[in-house]
C-alpha cells in the first residue's frame, strides 16, 4: 500500500480504518463538492460502500489500474482532508493515466492540494514510471486551474462536452504534465522482447 509523507499531510491508501472518516469526509462536503463532481448515488454517502471501494482501491493498485489516495493533516491523522486520484492508468505505447482531486471545504486555500500532488506526482513519475498525467477542469474553476499551473502542468486544448459533471456534459479545459526524465527501463525491455520471440513466427 502506497504511503507518502509531506510537511503538513500523510498521503495514502484508505485502510479499513478509514471508513467511518471517508464517510465523513464526503457527506460533510456533499454540497461543496456537487458542482465540481458527477451526480452522486446516495450509496456513495454510506460506510457500507467505502468498505467496499476502499478494498477495491487497494485491489486496483495492484493490478496497476490505479492509484487513489487520501490527505490526512498530520496535526488531526483521523480526518480527510482531501482525495487525490490517479485512475485509467494505460501502459503499453501511451503510459499515462487521468486526475481528479479534491479539497474538504474547510481546507481549501493552505496550499495542500499543490502539497499533496507535489509528492503523488513524483510517485507516479518515479515509482509507477508514467510518463503522462493528464487533468481536466471545467473552464471557470480557477482554482484547480491554478493548482495545475504551481504544479508545472501545461494546457492542452479545450475539449467540448467532455466530462458528465452534476447531469450535464461539460467542456473542459485538458491539461498535461510529462515525466520530467522518462526513460525505458532495460528490464522491462528486455521482458517485451522476450515475449515478442515467443509470438512471433520463427526467423529464417
Ligand atoms: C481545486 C481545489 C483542490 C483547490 O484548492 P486550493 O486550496 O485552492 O489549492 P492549494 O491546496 O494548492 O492551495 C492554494 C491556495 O492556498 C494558499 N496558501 C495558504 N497557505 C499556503 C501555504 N502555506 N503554502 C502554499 N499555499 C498556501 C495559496 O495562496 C492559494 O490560495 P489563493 O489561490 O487564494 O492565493 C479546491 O478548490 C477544491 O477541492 N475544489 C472543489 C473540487 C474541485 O474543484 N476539484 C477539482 C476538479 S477539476
Redesign the pocket.
Same mark, same amino acid.
Given at each position: 500500500m502506497v504511503r507518502l509523507e509531506t510537511r503538513r499531510l500523510v498521503v495514502r491508501h484508505g485502510r479499513m480504518a478509514d471508513v467511518a472518516s471517508v464517510t465523513r469526509y464526503v457527506r460533510e462536503n456533499r454540497e461543496f #463538492?456537487a458542482p465540481?463532481e458527477p451526480v452522486r448515488h446516495e450509496a456513495w454517502f454510506t460506510e457500507d460502500y467505502w468498505r467496499m471501494r476502499l478494498a477495491q482501491d487497494v485491489r486496483d493498485y495492484f493490478q496497476d489500474r490505479s492509484l487513489r489516495l487520501f490527505l490526512f493533516p498530520r496535526q488531526s491523522p483521523g480526518e480527510v482532508a /482531501?482525495v487525490a486520484n490517479f485512475t485509467n492508468v494505460i501502459r503499453g505505447s501511451f503510459q499515462a493515466c487521468h486526475l /481528479?482531486? !479534491? #479539497?474538504a471545504a474547510r481546507h481549501? /486555500?493552505? /496550499? #495542500?492540494?499543490?502539497e499533496a500532488l507535489g509528492a503523488a506526482l513524483d510517485f507516479v513519475f518515479r515509482e509507477m514510471r508514467l510518463h503522462r498525467v493528464m487533468a !481536466?477542469?471545467l473552464p471557470e474553476?480557477e482554482?484547480?486551474a !491554478?493548482?495545475l499551473r504551481?504544479l508545472g502542468f501545461q494546457r492542452e486544448g479545450l475539449a467540448r462536452d467532455y466530462l458528465l459533471i452534476g447531469g450535464r456534459w461539460r467542456d473542459h479545459v485538458l491539461n498535461s504534465k510529462l515525466a520530467p526524465d522518462w526513460r525505458p527501463d532495460p528490464e522491462e525491455a528486455f521482458l517485451a522482447s522476450r515475449c515478442a520471440d515467443a509470438v512471433s513466427p520463427e526467423r529464417p
Open positions: #463538492l465540481w /482531501g /481528479g482531486y !479534491a #479539497l481549501v /486555500g493552505q /496550499g #495542500l492540494m499543490t !481536466a477542469h474553476n482554482r484547480s !491554478a493548482v504551481r
